[in-house]
């Protein structure tokens, strides 16, 4: 996979990921350094898409460092991390997935729903324990993405916009949260 087709925020999950590990103190980059990642994005799709899935994203982060914690560290001073080899399959999928979905680069989404059909991986196995199926994940991801495409790096700053900037002043209203109108009583 090359990592130019990636967007802005998958190249930042793919270093967070580095970092995750190195902070574990494992020198291999696993699927599961790439998921703690994408949870830790504050300002990604990958959340939103598992809270429409019911999925509770602070207990997936708690199943998933447990695995982490599974994994083998190296003692002394972590240096030169390299990707696991089902790490570069996962890649590989995702990359996959972006071409099914006819999008232009690699994106956080199509990093998840390849975690998400991994069955090796603790990743995998988190993923499906809290509900979270290949299947299910392309359903959630219409409801938040639309028919929008990735045809951009900045792709998923575009995703949500009116959620980001925006206020529902309907749902507000019906939550009785709108201050009256002062002096408009004939209109």
Not at 43 to 72: C, W, Y
Request: net charge negative; charged share 30%.
């Amino acid at each position: 996979m090359r990592m130019d087709r990636l967007t802005v925020k998958a190249q930042e999950a793919l270093q967070a990921a580095q970092g995750e590990a190195a902070q574990n103190g494992q020198q291999e980059i696993a699927s599961e350094h790439l998921l703690a990642a994408l949870l830790d994005q504050t300002e990604g799709i990958i959340t939103p898409l598992l809270q429409k899935m019911g999925a509770n994203v602070g207990a997936v982060r708690q199943d998933l460092d447990r695995e982490i914690a599974r994994l083998p560290k190296v003692g002394g001073v972590v240096v030169g991390e390299y990707l696991s080899n089902r790490l570069r399959r996962t890649l590989e999928i995702a990359w996959q997935e972006a071409q099914q979905l006819k999008d232009e680069y690699c994106s956080t989404e199509h990093l998840l729903l390849a975690l998400a059909a991994e069955t090796d991986t603790g990743a995998g196995r988190v993923l499906r324990s809290h509900g979270v199926t290949r299947e299910r994940l392309l359903q959630a991801l219409v409801d938040v993405r639309g028919s929008a495409r990735v045809t951009d790096p900045h792709a998923e700053e575009t995703y949500q916009a009116l959620e980001k900037f925006g206020r529902d002043l309907t749902d507000a209203a019906r939550r009785g949260k709108l201050d009256p109108v002062i002096g408009r009583d004939e209109e």
